[in-house]
């Protein structure tokens, strides 16, 4: 396998089969340390169970760090168009804190997200963690100013106004485009309950195309990847 740096991402030449075969297999260990994460929260066994919890884990962590890469996991892509951000905190398929949030472009021009946050979003008791709600709503929003991933944003300011708690659990967010103007994209947002309730947190943001992306009408000529939050 070659690789060629290029600023914030770097190209594999690697095939999509392969690389879906990978986040398949370390997609399930991500969701195995994820059922780890939230069981430590809520476990009440005694300290003997602990130690032998503890010495397992840290057998695992052995195992893997046999043969484990140096610094952060970076966005890469394949010549075919493929790219995958495993370590990313929203999204990532390898990171075992992501939900991991998965969107979805609909026809009405509206991007949606449903997902499930658990213990280890908590904030205030039984409510998702004000900061994990900034965190979705700042990575939807971006992904949605990215137009299908056909430009490169970075988040410029985002304003948020909290109206209730949201109970952890299913939640589901929603984020459109509000206005384009050169390289600045304003988006709207929201998150809250999966139900009928409505929004719990809204949000505003501007986003903004950087220069060094923008080709002479406003294209992004970098490889695939979206927002970079």
Same mark, same amino acid.
């Given at each position: ?10 190209? @594999? ?33 005694? #300290? ?6 503890? @010495? ?14 140096? &610094? ?6 394949? #010549? ?6 495993? &370590?990313?905190? $929203?999204? &990532? ?7 991991? $949030?998965?969107? $979805? ?12 946050? /658990?213990? #280890?979003? @908590? /904030? ?9 709600? #900034? ?7 971006? @992904? ?14 985002l304003t948020l106004r909290y109206e209730r708690p949201i109970p952890l659990g299913p939640v589901r967010m929603e984020a459109r485009v509000g206005k384009e103007e050169g390289r600045k994209v304003t988006v709207e947002g929201w998150i809250g309950p999966d139900d009928d309730s409505g929004p719990s947190v ?12 923008? &080709? ?8 695939? /990847?979206?927002?970079?939050?």
């Amino acid at each position: 396998m070659s690789e060629l740096s290029l600023g914030s991402f770097s190209f @594999e030449d690697v095939p999509t089969e392969e690389v879906e075969a990978a986040e398949e297999l370390y997609g399930g260990l991500a969701a195995d340390v994820r059922r780890l994460v939230d069981v430590t929260i809520r476990s009440r066994v005694d #300290a003997g169970r602990v130690a032998e919890a503890r @010495e397992l884990v840290q057998g695992a962590a052995d195992v893997l760090a046999r043969d484990a890469l140096d &610094g952060p996991a970076g966005v890469h892509y394949n #010549a075919h168009g493929r790219s995958w951000n495993w &370590g990313n905190t $929203v999204v &990532g398929v390898r990171n075992a804190f992501a939900p991991p $949030v998965r969107l $979805v472009w609909g026809d009405d021009d509206v991007v949606r997200s449903a997902v499930t946050l /658990g213990a #280890a979003y @908590e /904030g205030p008791p039984g409510s998702v963690h004000g900061g994990v709600s #900034a965190l979705l709503l700042d990575h939807l929003m971006g @992904e949605t100013a990215s137009a299908r991933h056909t430009r490169l944003t970075v988040t410029g300011t985002l304003t948020l106004r909290y109206e209730r708690p949201i109970p952890l659990g299913p939640v589901r967010m929603e984020a459109r485009v509000g206005k384009e103007e050169g390289r600045k994209v304003t988006v709207e947002g929201w998150i809250g309950p999966d139900d009928d309730s409505g929004p719990s947190v809204r949000a505003s943001g501007l986003f903004i195309v950087p220069s060094w992306a923008a &080709g002479p009408h406003g294209a992004d000529p970098t490889p695939p /990847g979206g927002s970079l939050d």
